[in-house]
């Protein structure tokens, strides 16, 4: 059963510019302990979509359309039911955890605060229940830092004490948003592990936004791609990555920061042949792992340097630098090695200035006379993967 149900969301936000349609239509659902990615460009609508959940939209905003949280209606509904429902069924992870905290606070009393509010705590229970939290969510000697303030942890741990905080009344929805880009690679995925870990032992639905495709594939089981405020392609995630029918998705995943993928290569050094493969067409990126050598040879797929995995063609590169005999010219082998990052051309429009048809059509390669008539609507390419555009066909045969 649905726990949340989103329909034709729309956020308008007054500027000095005048009015700005930032989310225009949005409809998406997400199961009770359920996960789904939200992704996209900067300035799509993402965090919008996200704190409108919350009842967190700035000022001069208004919101039409429904979303409903296990029956309920957000839409409309006033401050004091929204202060019920906030940290308490619903929880937000922001995406900078020294802004989402309170400097002048110890980090004890925070994560005890919603216990306090919500479920009526007394001050000693509570601090109890947020020890117990933060060792959860990996804090070590917690009873003795639950004393100390933000300034004094790092940006990983106060990551921890932020979803411990948003843990702490069992929230059926969690709404995390960019929760690990301030922090390094390494810190980036204990987190991603440790709050995927969390929504499976709790049963929590998970809303995870994202501009990783990685972060997306590997922790949700459906996804939606946002473009300029409407959602352009919906679906379970291993089906849209196996079937990508949108251009904004497709050029997406092609500018992802992948090393070595792009090109097939092989390459002859100190007695060894080292041979890279291009990755099939509809490869899941979580099957992009290396695999173990014959002796002798190296095969492999260079995983992305944040999945932290080291694979051969990895260690390969300062092999290739001092190369003693490369198969092919060196020049043209050191670029296959590093070849320049594809991007999408052009730039996200204006939202105060979209184009009366399809959003994406002043970037998009395969735009025709009809894609600037009207917005596309969604349509159903099969097994529960939406795209919204008009000639999804043209992308058959397509590799990203
Ligand atoms: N308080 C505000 N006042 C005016 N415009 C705003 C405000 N907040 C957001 N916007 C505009 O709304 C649009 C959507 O913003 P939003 O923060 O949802 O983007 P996003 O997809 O989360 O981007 P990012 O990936 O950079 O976080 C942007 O064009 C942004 O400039
Ligand atoms: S509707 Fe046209 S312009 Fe828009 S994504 Fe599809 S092909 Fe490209
Ligand atoms: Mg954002």
Known sequence: MSLLTVL??????ATPYGTVDAVRGIDFSLPAGGTLGLIGESGCGKSLTALALMG???????????????GQELVGLGESALCALRGNRIAMVFQEPMAALNPLHRVGDQVAEPLRIHQGLARSQARKEAKILLERVGIADAARRMDGYPHEFSGGQRQRICIAMALACGPDLLVADEPTTALDTEVQAQILALLAELVAERGMALLLISHDLAVVARHTANMLVMYGGTVVEAGPTQEV??????????????????????????????NRRFHQ??????QFLPDLQPHSPAMGQKDGVLEERRSQKWTAAADLQPTISKSDRLLGSHASTRAALRPPLPTIAGSVPSLQALPPGCPFAGRCAFTIEACHAAPPPAVDVGHGHRVRCIRPEAMAGDAP
């Open 277 to 282: 493969n291009q990755p099939q067409r509809g």
């Open 8 to 13: 034709n969301l729309r956020i308008a936000l």
């Open 56 to 70: 967190l939209l700035p000022e001069g905003a208004s919101v039409s359309g429904s979303m409903r949280l296990g």
């Open 241 to 270: 990555f196996a079937r990508m029918a949108h251009p904004y998705t497709r050029g997406l995943l092609a500018a992802r920061p992948v090393l070595g993928v792009c090109r097939t290569w092989s390459v002859e050094s100190e």
